[in-house]
C-alpha cells in the first residue's frame, strides 16, 4: 500500500509521525507523510524526516506509480520500522498553496477567454509561479481581464471542493460551484480568498511562446 497522503486532507498541516516502510541506500519510503512530492509543476515541500533534510521528493516507480519517495543525506540510519517525524516549512507551504491556485484560476480564465491556447510548461515554487503558452503577440493584453476576474474571485471567497474523481487511481479535483470543476493533484486552499492579492507579469521566453509570471502582492 502507497504512503497516505495527508496534505490532501489538510493542507495546512505542518507535522506527523510516521513510520519507514521502505530503505534503498538514502531513498526512504513513508506509511504517511506531510511532505509533497514534485508533481503537475507544484515544486516538492521543503522539510526534514527524522531531523535530515529532505533533498529530493518524486512521485512513482516502475513497480508503485502512486508511491512518494524521499531522498535523505547519507548516513541518515533509519531502518525500515524506524519511527519518524515528519516537518515541512509552513510558511512555503501557504505560499505554494496560493501561488498554485492562483496559477490554476489564471489557466482557467485563459482557457475561457482565449480558446483553450497550448499549454507549454508550468512551474510553481514559494516565490513565484509561472505559465508559458504556445501565444502569437503580447499575452498581457489579457492582463486587464485577468486583474478583474481574479480580483472579483477572491474578493467572493468561494468555497473549493478538493476530492478523489477516482481514488483507486489518486485522480484529484478541485471545484468551484458555478465556475469550474479541475483535475489536478496538487494541494488547494479552502476557499478563493485565501489566494489573497496577486499580481501578474508578462514574460517572452521566444519561440512563439509567452509566459504569464505569477506573484504574491502581500
Given at each position: 500500500?502507497?504512503?497516505?497522503?495527508?496534505?490532501?486532507?489538510?493542507?495546512?498541516?505542518?507535522?506527523?509521525?510516521?513510520?519507514?516502510?521502505?530503505?534503498?541506500?538514502?531513498?526512504?519510503?513513508?506509511?504517511?507523510?506531510?511532505?509533497?512530492?514534485?508533481?503537475?509543476?507544484q515544486e516538492s515541500d521543503r522539510g526534514t524526516?527524522?531531523?535530515?533534510?529532505?533533498?529530493?521528493a518524486v512521485k512513482g516507480s516502475p513497480c508503485?506509480?502512486?508511491?512518494?519517495?524521499?531522498?535523505?543525506?547519507?548516513?541518515?540510519?533509519?531502518?525500515?520500522?524506524?519511527?519518524?517525524?515528519?516537518?515541512?516549512?509552513?510558511?512555503?507551504?501557504?505560499?505554494?498553496?496560493?501561488?498554485?491556485?492562483?496559477?490554476?484560476?489564471?489557466?482557467?480564465?485563459?482557457?475561457?477567454?482565449?480558446?483553450?491556447?497550448?499549454?507549454?510548461?508550468?512551474?510553481?515554487?514559494?516565490?513565484?509561479?509561472?505559465?508559458?503558452?504556445?501565444?502569437?503577440?503580447?499575452?498581457?493584453?489579457?492582463?486587464?481581464?485577468?486583474?478583474?476576474?481574479?480580483?472579483?474571485?477572491?474578493?467572493?471567497?468561494?468555497?473549493?471542493?478538493?476530492?478523489?474523481?477516482?481514488?483507486?487511481?489518486?485522480?484529484?479535483?478541485?471545484?468551484?460551484?458555478?465556475?469550474?470543476?479541475?483535475?489536478?493533484?496538487?494541494?488547494?486552499?479552502?476557499?478563493?480568498?485565501?489566494?489573497?492579492?496577486?499580481?501578474?507579469?508578462?514574460?517572452?521566453?521566444?519561440?512563439?511562446?509567452?509566459?504569464?509570471?505569477?506573484?504574491?502582492?502581500?
Amino acid at each position: 500500500m502507497s504512503v497516505r497522503k495527508l496534505f490532501w486532507d489538510d493542507p495546512a498541516l505542518t507535522e506527523t509521525e510516521a513510520v519507514v516502510t521502505g530503505v534503498e541506500n538514502d531513498v526512504i519510503t513513508l506509511d504517511r507523510t506531510v511532505a509533497f512530492a514534485f508533481s503537475g509543476g507544484q515544486e516538492s515541500d521543503r522539510g526534514t524526516i527524522a531531523g535530515h533534510a529532505i533533498l529530493k521528493a518524486v512521485k512513482g516507480s516502475p513497480c508503485d506509480p502512486l508511491e512518494l519517495y524521499y531522498t535523505l543525506p547519507a548516513g541518515h540510519g533509519l531502518t525500515p520500522g524506524s519511527r519518524v517525524t515528519v516537518c515541512i516549512d509552513g510558511e512555503a507551504r501557504r505560499r505554494l498553496v496560493r501561488l498554485h491556485f492562483a496559477a490554476e484560476l489564471v489557466l482557467e480564465l485563459v482557457n475561457r477567454h482565449y480558446d483553450h491556447p497550448e499549454k507549454t510548461g508550468a512551474h510553481i515554487s514559494p516565490d513565484k509561479a509561472r505559465l508559458d503558452f504556445a501565444w502569437q503577440g503580447n499575452i498581457s493584453v489579457a492582463f486587464p481581464m485577468l486583474h478583474e476576474r481574479l480580483s472579483a474571485l477572491v474578493a467572493a471567497d468561494l468555497p473549493i471542493e478538493s476530492s478523489f474523481e477516482d481514488e483507486s487511481t489518486e485522480v484529484r479535483y478541485w471545484s468551484i460551484e458555478g465556475f469550474a470543476r479541475v483535475r489536478c493533484g496538487g494541494t488547494h486552499p479552502a476557499s478563493t480568498g485565501a489566494v489573497g492579492r496577486i499580481r501578474l507579469r508578462r514574460e517572452n521566453p521566444g519561440s512563439g511562446r509567452e509566459r504569464i509570471v505569477i506573484l504574491l502582492d502581500d
